[in-house]
């Protein structure tokens, strides 16, 4: 199993900038395929971003070119770095698991473990 605990949520204006990090506990980081996925007020949880074998990434549209996906294995942590930030990108965050293969998932039912979250709130 895999623990994972996310943090680096705040409030920012739009056009800012957040660094999320998730740092995973308990199993070979190695092993588990990474993803962030986002739950707004009254909207169902979405896929945001995954790296598949720490090579492959693969981000939802409204993210592209502004979001990047990353990891660092020695820390067993993964980031998401999130520019130009708009009031749409509000949401609770998660951090999320699966074990290999990962096929660059990004459904929520695909994944076996999630952090608690952690909240980004853009005004305008």
């Known amino acids: 199993q895999v623990q994972l605990v996310e943090s680096g949520g705040g409030s920012v204006q739009s056009g800012g900038s957040l660094r999320l990090s998730c740092a995973a506990s308990g199993s070979n980081f190695r092993d588990y395929c990474m993803a962030w996925f986002r739950q707004a007020p009254g909207k169902e949880r979405e896929g945001v971003a995954t790296?598949?074998?720490?090579?492959?990434?693969r981000y939802i549209d409204s993210v592209k070119g502004r979001f990047t996906i990353s990891q660092d294995n020695a820390k067993n942590t993964l980031y998401l770095q999130m520019s130009r930030l708009t009031p749409e990108d509000t949401a609770m965050y998660y951090c999320a698991a699966k074990p290999t293969p990962c096929y660059a998932s990004l459904i929520v039912e695909n994944y076996n473990y999630w952090g608690q979250g952690t909240q980004v709130t853009v005004s305008s």
């Open positions: 790296r598949d074998s720490g090579v492959v990434t």
